[in-house]
């Protein structure tokens, strides 16, 4: 079991963040379209009385949550247990929230590299990488401060 | 923490995305693109002409670090922002790319780094600079600071699987990060995962060399040596997940005890509940750490079997009975954490993870039938939940625990919980969870519940007005189903299938299911009747479906005369004309068919047939003009010629032949397998199909024998393997590092069941970690000789000048050659060093002789042994005895083997009448053979013995008899 991608789109889908550990199927122009039509999914969901899983192709479901104007997406095997990565999105959530201050979606936008940064100790490989947000916030303020 | 903001920051970066976000319409932030593109292509394309004529640009670049580094990430930004469709626009910025990645400046390093993840998964990438991104990994992966071997192993974490030719290049580097003890952690745990994505990509590197694959795996299960260390673990487990289920399975089953004690201390130390707030790596707000678990959980559910499954596999029963104990502890925690009440939503996803992958995995472990109840008791009490997710994968858990764990868990559920479920079906809103409810109550179904599920599913589908297409359409499929395999009268089914064909219209596609329906009714008499009167019925009342409406064309049609008496052919013609214009052209062609049928029972009607047919020569539709044309010359041939064609043409229906029900090809969408739907079919008692339980890793029958002939036994094996044959206890083998001792014993009420205590102790200087031991029979599956049981493993770790006990027991059900005994691996680390010890274990049809010396029988006397011979040699002849001469290198032949074979628990006959021969006798125990008497006669002559054995079951037990002997002789 393993994610295969995180994105990360706002409210109109526009693409914030994108981590694909497994080429999606097809061209890079079809990229586009799966990114489209993940967006379409999502949006189109009830957020109140549906759950934050949907099968989206016949390899791959989608494990979401919405942070105020975010959606936060990891695309994962069928086969996968789906809650442990709902407990992922929010790991990363907290710890984007601590190193910022009350996350935005502006601080994403203007800090994309940093966004990155965190996502990189969090999750590498299509794993979880490290577990503890105390850890994680010592070393990317570290790795900030490192010219 | 706030963003440190002023060090890192790029200024031009920033207005740059401050002018996109600006920007109101799309064309001018289009604009604003192409003018950056075009300042970008100017920058970096002047500074490529005065750099080197290759592209590689000279260190007196006018261009600095932090422009490039600026421009890179604009690059980046605008690659994100335009939803990655612009991938060709920035192709052209990789050399500065590759440039930027040269740096020594760690902030500019990062974002060449971090661009190229973004871009690497593109074929025009990799082609481009492939081999400038493999030689500056190559230079970054040797540098001697943390920081750039990080972004190193970071970048191969991230694009591992997008180019083979990294896995080629890189692999071995990455290995020694991972390996070496002096890697700091943050490394160690890094290189894990990027040595995991390039095994992903290409496996070849482990499977393709056998000794570079035991090494390195064993290298990487030493990792999880400090069981304490769960932050190196978190990156460990994923890496031997990918090594159990794809790579070597076999190599990965010895660590399943201490895959067991990370969690069972993972779990305990997450319920402590001592009041204070104690945050370690193991737990997560005072619940053990979810990651830890769900990993470990699904290596073991991938390394154990089902109970159910075929000999060979890995089952509970091959698990030793401390650890089993330990693992079904954990689950019966786990219910404990999951039906605690929660501080929080996040909590309580927490919990439910645990819960649910510990429940999912418990089947493995041959649950008692209470504990089977108290999971389903646990999961039902979510059912509540005012969280959709929770429903949801409570529903999912469920469906596993009924068709795994089976008719436990179902009559569970059965008796106690299908009201809660109804409710479920008829409140719940999120159509995700109505599935899971639909096909757990299908899995549910038996012949004792059926009437009130398909009801609560009819109810469910002419009540519910949102439901989606394809819901009604597989549940209309499901009840048409369980309908046909359970119903127990006959009136019942056909009252069901066709309420269900009448609510039809256009929701779901009802083809199969009619169809279904009329070749039950053609193949059961009994029906006819009945359904042709209750289809009157249904095609009296206005606006019935097409569906019903096909069936009645199809069997009224068929069996008119069943209702004649009630309804005259011209009652029933003039049905089908009212019918006819409300429907499709396939059901109008079907109504044709049956107008010809009505034509045939009662001439009669014969002009408005006629008249009817003429009309719809006039038809658009193809089919239908043709087939009214063809009808009418058949009618015009019978008139003119007198000859009774119709009876020819319109045959009564034979009766379905086929046995396989068309249903079920559609079932095989409803996320269900259809593998053993067939059997279902066949088999009353199994009502469920099974979703697939956890997959687990596969293992061919025949790969056991191959697995056992392909062990490398260690140089030496032999003293301690021959030594076993003749004393109960001693030195097994001895390294510089370890020493291993063994103490044999059989109780006497079972001496088939031979007990192993191996005693490991540490005799060097250094701690012994690792210790992981494996047990390879020669075969577990189709009827073995012997079944080997681990009853406790030895600790992992060693301290200087300690031990360790690791205990065993082989049941011999049969004498089996000798050669055939089991095999011990043992491997370990120490002082650097890795170490496998590879033996074999005694399991000869000797050690079963249980002596009657120790119970203080006077033993055999000469003349009772020439009896017995004679007896045994008049019952059986030369089938109950064996012969065989062994060349022997002793001082004193004759002391030397008489020695020996007491050793082995033989009594000897005490004599002094015939010169050098020794008469020897002992009872072998088997399981199946059960005991079994055996006479030895042992001339002993200068370097040679001649042995001549007899046995009551035969010359094989006594070959194989001889053979111990020998072995233990020489």
Same mark, same amino acid.
């Given at each position: 079991?393993?994610?295969?991608?995180?994105?990360?789109?706002?409210?109109?889908?526009?693409?914030?963040?994108?981590?694909?550990?497994?080429?999606?199927?097809?061209?890079?122009?079809?990229?586009?379209?799966?990114?489209?039509?993940?967006?379409?999914?999502?949006?189109?969901?009830?957020?109140?009385?549906?759950?934050?899983?949907?099968?989206?192709?016949?390899?791959?479901?989608?494990?979401?949550?919405?942070?105020?104007?975010?959606?936060?997406?990891?695309?994962?095997?069928?086969?996968?247990?789906?809650?442990?990565?709902?407990?992922?999105?929010?790991?990363?959530?907290?710890?984007?929230?601590?190193?910022?201050?009350?996350?935005?979606?502006?601080?994403?936008?203007?800090?994309?590299?940093?966004?990155?940064?965190?996502?990189?100790?969090?999750?590498?490989?299509?794993?979880?990488?490290?577990?503890?947000?105390?850890?994680?916030?010592?070393?990317?303020?570290?790795?900030?401060?490192?010219? | 923490?706030?963003?440190?903001?002023?060090?890192?920051?790029?200024?031009?970066?920033?207005?740059?995305?401050?002018?996109?976000?600006?920007?109101?319409?799309?064309?001018?932030?289009?604009?604003?693109?192409?003018?950056?593109?075009?300042?970008?292509? %100017?920058?970096?394309?002047?500074?490529?002409?005065?750099?080197?004529?290759?592209?590689?640009?000279?260190?007196?670049?006018?261009?600095?670090?932090?422009?490039?580094?600026?421009?890179?990430?604009?690059?980046?930004?605008?690659?994100?922002?335009?939803?990655?469709?612009?991938?060709?626009?920035?192709?052209?910025?990789?050399?500065?790319?590759?440039?930027?990645?040269?740096?020594?400046?760690?902030?500019?390093?990062?974002?060449?780094?971090?661009?190229?993840?973004?871009?690497?998964?593109?074929?025009?990438?990799?082609?481009?600079?492939?081999?400038?991104?493999?030689?500056?990994?190559?230079?970054?992966?040797?540098?001697?600071?943390?920081?750039?071997?990080?972004?190193?192993? &970071?970048?191969?974490?991230?694009?591992?699987?997008?180019?083979?030719?990294?896995?080629?290049?890189?692999?071995?580097?990455?290995?020694?990060?991972?390996?070496?003890?002096?890697?700091?952690?943050?490394?160690?745990?890094?290189?894990?995962?990027?040595?995991?994505?390039?095994?992903?990509?290409?496996?070849?590197?482990?499977?393709?060399?056998?000794?570079? %694959?035991?090494?390195?795996?064993?290298?990487?299960?030493?990792?999880?040596?400090?069981?304490?260390?769960?932050?190196?673990?978190?990156?460990?487990?994923?890496?031997?997940?990918?090594?159990?289920?794809?790579?070597?399975?076999?190599?990965?089953?010895?660590?399943?005890?201490?895959?067991?004690?990370?969690?069972?201390?993972?779990?305990?130390?997450?319920?402590?509940?001592?009041?204070?707030?104690?945050?370690?790596?193991?737990?997560?707000?005072?619940?053990?750490?979810?990651?830890?678990?769900?990993?470990?959980?699904?290596?073991?559910?991938?390394?154990?079997?089902?109970?159910?499954?075929?000999?060979?596999?890995?089952?509970?029963?091959?698990?030793?009975?401390?650890?089993?104990?330990?693992?079904?502890?954990?689950?019966?925690?786990?219910?404990?954490?999951?039906?605690?009440?929660?501080?929080?939503?996040?909590?309580?996803?927490?919990?439910?993870?645990?819960?649910?992958?510990?429940?999912?995995?418990?089947?493995?472990?041959?649950?008692?039938?209470?504990?089977?109840?108290?999971?389903?008791?646990?999961?039902?009490?979510?059912?509540?939940?005012?969280?959709?997710?929770?429903?949801?994968?409570?529903?999912?858990?469920?469906?596993?625990?009924?068709?795994?764990?089976?008719?436990?868990?179902?009559?569970?559920?059965?008796?106690?919980?299908?009201?809660?479920?109804?409710?479920?079906?008829?409140?719940?809103?999120?159509?995700?969870?109505?599935?899971?409810?639909?096909?757990?109550?299908?899995?549910?179904?038996?012949?004792?519940?059926?009437?009130?599920?398909?009801?609560?599913?009819?109810?469910?589908?002419?009540?519910?007005?949102?439901?989606?297409?394809?819901?009604?359409?597989?549940?209309?499929?499901?009840?048409?189903?369980?309908?046909?395999?359970?119903?127990?009268?006959?009136?019942?089914?056909?009252?069901?299938?066709?309420?269900?064909?009448?609510?039809?219209?256009?929701?779901?596609?009802?083809?199969?299911?009619?169809?279904?329906?009329?070749?039950?009714?053609? &193949?059961?008499?009994?029906?006819?009747?009945?359904?042709?009167?209750?289809?009157?019925?249904?095609?009296?009342?206005?606006?019935?479906?097409?569906?019903?409406?096909?069936?009645?064309?199809?069997?009224?049609?068929?069996?008119?005369?069943?209702?004649?008496?009630?309804?005259?052919?011209?009652?029933?013609?003039?049905?089908?004309?009212?019918?006819?214009?409300?429907?499709?052209?396939?059901?109008?062609?079907?109504?044709?068919?049956?107008?010809?049928?009505?034509?045939?029972?009662?001439?009669?009607?014969?002009?408005?047939?006629?008249?009817?047919?003429?009309?719809?020569? &006039?038809?658009?539709?193809?089919?239908?003009?043709?087939?009214?044309?063809?009808?009418?010359?058949?009618?015009?041939?019978?008139?003119?010629?007198?000859?009774?064609?119709?009876?020819?043409?319109?045959?009564?229906?034979?009766?379905?032949?086929?046995?396989?029900?068309?249903?079920?090809?559609?079932?095989?969408?409803?996320?269900?397998?259809?593998?053993?739907?067939?059997?279902?079919?066949?088999?009353?008692?199994?009502?469920?199909?099974?979703?697939?339980?956890?997959?687990?890793?596969?293992?061919?029958?025949?790969?056991?024998?191959?697995?056992?002939?392909?062990?490398?036994?260690?140089?030496?094996?032999?003293?301690?393997?021959?030594?076993?044959?003749?004393?109960?206890?001693?030195?097994?083998?001895?390294?510089?590092?370890?020493?291993?001792?063994?103490?044999?014993?059989?109780?006497?009420?079972?001496?088939?069941?031979?007990?192993?205590?191996?005693?490991?102790?540490?005799?060097?200087?250094?701690?012994?970690?690792?210790?992981?031991?494996?047990?390879?029979?020669?075969?577990?599956?189709?009827?073995?000789?012997?079944?080997?049981?681990?009853?406790?493993?030895?600790?992992?770790?060693?301290?200087?000048?300690?031990?360790?006990?690791?205990?065993?027991?082989?049941?011999?059900?049969?004498?089996?050659?000798?050669?055939?005994?089991?095999?011990?691996?043992?491997?370990?680390?120490?002082?650097?060093?890795?170490?496998?010890?590879?033996?074999?274990?005694?399991?000869?049809?000797?050690?079963?002789?249980?002596?009657?010396?120790?119970?203080?029988?006077?033993?055999?006397?000469?003349?009772?042994?020439?009896?017995?011979?004679?007896?045994?040699?008049?019952?059986?002849?030369?089938?109950?005895?064996?012969?065989?001469?062994?060349?022997?290198?002793?001082?004193?032949?004759?002391?030397?083997?008489?020695?020996?074979?007491? %050793?082995?628990?033989?009594?000897?006959?005490?004599?002094?009448?015939?010169?050098?021969?020794?008469?020897?006798?002992?009872?072998?125990?088997?399981?199946?053979?059960?005991?079994?008497?055996?006479?030895?006669?042992?001339?002993?002559?200068?370097?040679?013995?001649?042995?001549?054995?007899?046995?009551?079951?035969?010359?094989?037990?006594?070959?194989?008899?001889?053979?111990?002997?020998?072995?233990?002789?020489?």
């Amino acid at each position: 079991m393993s994610i295969k991608f995180v994105i990360c789109l706002n409210k109109q889908g526009v693409l914030r963040l994108i981590r694909v550990f497994e080429p999606f199927p097809g061209d890079a122009a079809s990229n586009q379209s799966t990114i489209a039509q993940i967006y379409k999914l999502i949006s189109s969901r009830d957020h109140k009385h549906q759950s934050n899983f949907v099968e989206f192709s016949d390899s791959t479901k989608l494990v979401y949550r919405r942070y105020a104007g975010l959606y936060f997406v990891l695309g994962v095997e069928l086969q996968d247990e789906e809650l442990i990565y709902l407990s992922h999105i929010h790991l990363f959530v907290e710890v984007l929230d601590a190193f910022f201050g009350n996350v935005c979606e502006l601080d994403i936008v203007f800090n994309f590299h940093k966004a990155y940064m965190i996502l990189d100790e969090l999750i590498i490989g299509g794993e979880i990488q490290e577990t503890s947000k105390d850890v994680i916030l010592e070393r990317i303020s570290y790795l900030d401060r490192l010219n | 923490m706030v963003a440190n903001s002023s060090h890192n920051s790029m200024k031009g970066l920033q207005l740059f995305i401050a002018d996109l976000r600006g920007s109101l319409h799309a064309e001018d932030r289009e604009k604003r693109i192409m003018s950056e593109m075009v300042s970008i292509r %100017k920058q970096f394309g002047a500074n490529n002409n005065t750099g080197n004529i290759n592209g590689h640009s000279s260190s007196t670049a006018s261009l600095s670090g932090y422009q490039r580094k600026k421009y890179i990430a604009k690059l980046a930004y605008i690659f994100i922002v335009t939803n990655t469709t612009r991938i060709s626009d920035v192709m052209f910025g990789l050399d500065q790319c590759c440039e930027l990645m040269a740096s020594v400046v760690y902030s500019e390093k990062f974002i060449a780094y971090m661009t190229l993840e973004l871009l690497y998964n593109n074929p025009s990438v990799i082609q481009q600079i492939g081999d400038r991104v493999v030689q500056q990994l190559k230079i970054d992966l040797a540098s001697t600071s943390d920081n750039m071997v990080s972004l190193a192993l &970071n970048f191969l974490g991230v694009t591992g699987k997008c180019d083979s030719n990294l896995t080629r290049e890189l692999i071995h580097e990455v290995f020694q990060v991972l390996r070496s003890p002096t890697s700091a952690q943050i490394l160690k745990k890094k290189s894990a995962l990027a040595f995991l994505a390039l095994l992903r990509n290409d496996s070849s590197i482990l499977t393709q060399d056998a000794r570079r %694959k035991q090494l390195w795996i064993q290298r990487i299960m030493s990792l999880l040596d400090d069981t304490t260390n769960y932050r190196l673990m978190i990156s460990v487990l994923p890496l031997i997940e990918y090594i159990a289920r794809e790579v070597d399975g076999q190599a990965c089953v010895k660590i399943i005890p201490q895959l067991s004690d990370i969690l069972f201390n993972c779990i305990s130390a997450g319920i402590k509940d001592d009041g204070t707030d104690h945050y370690d790596d193991s737990n997560y707000n005072n619940i053990p750490n979810p990651w830890i678990v769900t990993k470990v959980i699904s290596i073991l559910n991938i390394l154990i079997s089902s109970p159910s499954s075929s000999a060979g596999e890995i089952t509970f029963s091959n698990i030793d009975q401390g650890t089993l104990g330990k693992l079904r502890t954990c689950v019966t925690k786990a219910i404990e954490i999951g039906t605690r009440p929660a501080v929080d939503v996040l909590m309580r996803t927490v919990q439910n993870t645990i819960l649910f992958s510990l429940i999912n995995f418990a089947s493995k472990l041959d649950p008692s039938a209470d504990a089977i109840v108290s999971s389903v008791n646990a999961l039902c009490s979510l059912l509540t939940s005012s969280e959709t997710n929770t429903r949801y994968l409570t529903l999912d858990c469920l469906i596993k625990l009924c068709s795994v764990s089976g008719k436990n868990a179902r009559d569970e559920v059965r008796t106690h919980h299908m009201d809660q479920l109804f409710h479920l079906l008829l409140m719940e809103r999120d159509t995700s969870i109505v599935r899971k409810v639909v096909d757990l109550l299908y899995a549910l179904t038996d012949a004792s519940n059926v009437q009130s599920i398909v009801n609560a599913l009819l109810k469910y589908m002419t009540d519910s007005k949102q439901t989606h297409h394809h819901i009604r359409s597989d549940i209309a499929v499901k009840v048409a189903f369980l309908t046909e395999n359970f119903a127990t009268d006959s009136r019942w089914y056909v009252g069901v299938l066709l309420n269900l064909l009448s609510f039809s219209n256009a929701s779901f596609n009802s083809n199969d299911i009619w169809q279904r329906l009329c070749q039950i009714v053609v &193949n059961n008499e009994s029906l006819h009747q009945l359904t042709c009167e209750y289809l009157l019925d249904y095609l009296a009342k206005p606006n019935i479906s097409e569906a019903i409406v096909k069936a009645g064309a199809f069997l009224l049609g068929e069996y008119v005369e069943l209702v004649i008496t009630q309804t005259s052919c011209g009652e029933l013609f003039n049905l089908f004309t009212e019918k006819y214009f409300s429907v499709s052209n396939l059901c109008r062609a079907m109504i044709l068919t049956t107008m010809m049928k009505l034509y045939k029972r009662d001439s009669q009607i014969g002009s408005a047939v006629i008249k009817f047919f003429q009309l719809e020569l &006039n038809s658009l539709d193809v089919e239908l003009q043709t087939r009214s044309y063809e009808y009418l010359k058949i009618i015009q041939l019978e008139k003119v010629s007198g000859a009774r064609l119709m009876d020819v043409l319109f045959q009564p229906m034979v009766p379905f032949t086929g046995k396989r029900n068309p249903l079920l090809n559609r079932l095989g969408s409803a996320a269900l397998s259809t593998s053993n739907l067939t059997s279902t079919l066949s088999n009353e008692n199994s009502s469920s199909t099974a979703p697939t339980p956890p997959p687990t890793r596969k293992v061919k029958q025949s790969s056991q024998n191959v697995l056992y002939e392909n062990q490398r036994l260690s140089t030496d094996w032999k003293d301690g393997f021959r030594r076993m044959l003749k004393h109960k206890q001693g030195v097994f083998y001895s390294t510089p590092f370890l020493k291993i001792f063994y103490r044999l014993s059989v109780s006497p009420s079972h001496p088939e069941l031979l007990e192993v205590a191996l005693t490991y102790v540490n005799i060097s200087d250094w701690p012994i970690t690792s210790l992981l031991t494996e047990l390879i029979s020669y075969k577990t599956d189709n009827d073995p000789s012997y079944i080997v049981n681990v009853i406790n493993v030895p600790t992992t770790s060693i301290s200087v000048g300690e031990r360790a006990t690791h205990k065993l027991e082989i049941l011999t059900r049969r004498g089996s050659p000798i050669d055939q005994s089991p095999i011990l691996n043992v491997n370990f680390k120490c002082g650097g060093n890795v170490s496998s010890v590879s033996l074999k274990i005694t399991a000869a049809i000797t050690s079963t002789i249980y002596s009657a010396r120790s119970e203080e029988k006077s033993g055999v006397s000469l003349s009772q042994f020439v009896q017995r011979w004679r007896a045994l040699g008049d019952a059986l002849g030369k089938d109950g005895e064996f012969h065989r001469t062994a060349v022997i290198v002793a001082q004193d032949t004759l002391s030397h083997i008489k020695s020996s074979i007491d %050793k082995m628990s033989f009594d000897i006959v005490e004599q002094t009448t015939v010169e050098n021969t020794i008469f020897a006798a002992g009872i072998v125990h088997t399981k199946i053979g059960g005991s079994s008497g055996c006479l030895m006669k042992l001339r002993c002559l200068e370097n040679e013995v001649d042995l001549t054995c007899k046995t009551t079951q035969g010359s094989y037990l006594a070959e194989l008899i001889i053979q111990c002997v020998c072995e233990a002789t020489i």
